[in-house]
T-cell receptor, first 110, second 114 residues
Framework: GQSLEQPSEVTAVEGAIVQINCTYQ??????LSWYQQHDGGAPTFLSYNALDGLEETGRFSSFLSRSDSYGYLLLQELQMKDSASYFC???????????FGTGTLLAVQP | GAVVSQHPSRVICKSGTSVKIECRSLDFQATTMFWYRQFPKKSLMLMAT?????????EQGVEKDKFLINHASLTLSTLTVTSAHPEDSSFYICSAPRAGDEQFFGPGTRLTVL
């Protein structure tokens, strides 16, 4: 089977930096993605790591260590609009289906 | 960017009725689409892979006779919840991958079964 574990909730203040961790167990590995979902909305793609290391996209960065089966999403200069749920996800094989992590609810406070 | 639409966005039905949800890729063709279900404050759970021109592939524990999937064309997949019951109330989301690219998600359909 496959499982991806994340902290259930994280709270931070505006302007701060927050890291959301993801540990995974998969039968195969085709890369780790991160998605943001606001309440009642669709998931939107944030970042993707196929190889070890850090990927930076504006205020968001994502890191992957395949040897540790671990990755994280780093959000910098937090804004109120970043309050949302964040999910890591792995591709479940060559079919492109995504297996999502347990999700982290981020609350950004003034 | 690519757009995936879903219809309806919200539906309320009586227990025992069937509900059809449509998922369309608006500006690209998708031979494969995916259907997810999400309960409040929970993660997205993959239900099935919709394959154009062939049978859907269901994840373990998902009843194929209850959740009928039809991939009628390269831009349309439908999910029919048959004989819906209150426990089927959930947020249903489809997605479609564009070749060599990320997946694009529909806006979701909130189903409430009374």
């Amino acid at each position: 089977g496959q499982s991806l574990e994340q902290p259930s909730e994280v709270t931070a203040v505006e302007g701060a930096i927050v890291q959301i961790n993801c540990t995974y167990q998969t039968s195969g590995f085709y890369g780790l993605s991160w998605y943001q979902q606001h309440d009642g909305g669709a998931p939107t793609f944030l970042s993707y790591n196929a190889l070890d290391g850090l990927e930076e996209t504006g205020r968001f960065s994502s890191f992957l260590s395949r040897s540790d089966s671990y990755g994280y999403l780093l959000l910098q200069e937090l804004q109120m609009k970043d309050s949302a749920s964040y999910f890591c996800a792995v591709k479940g094989g060559a079919t492109n289906k995504l297996i999502f992590g347990t999700g982290t609810l981020l609350a950004v406070q003034p | 960017g690519a757009v995936v639409s879903q219809h309806p966005s919200r539906v309320i039905c009586k227990s025992g009725t069937s509900v059809k949800i449509e998922c369309r890729s608006l500006d690209f063709q998708a031979t494969t689409m995916f259907w997810y279900r999400q309960f409040p404050k929970k993660s997205l759970m993959l239900m099935a892979t919709s394959n154009e021109g062939s049978k859907a592939t269901y994840e373990q524990g998902v009843e194929k006779d209850k959740f009928l999937i039809n991939h009628a064309s390269l831009t349309l997949s439908t999910l029919t919840v048959t004989s819906a019951h209150p426990e089927d109330s959930s947020f249903y989301i489809c997605s479609a991958p564009r070749a060599g690219d990320e997946q694009f998600f529909g806006p979701g359909t909130r189903l409430t079964v009374l």
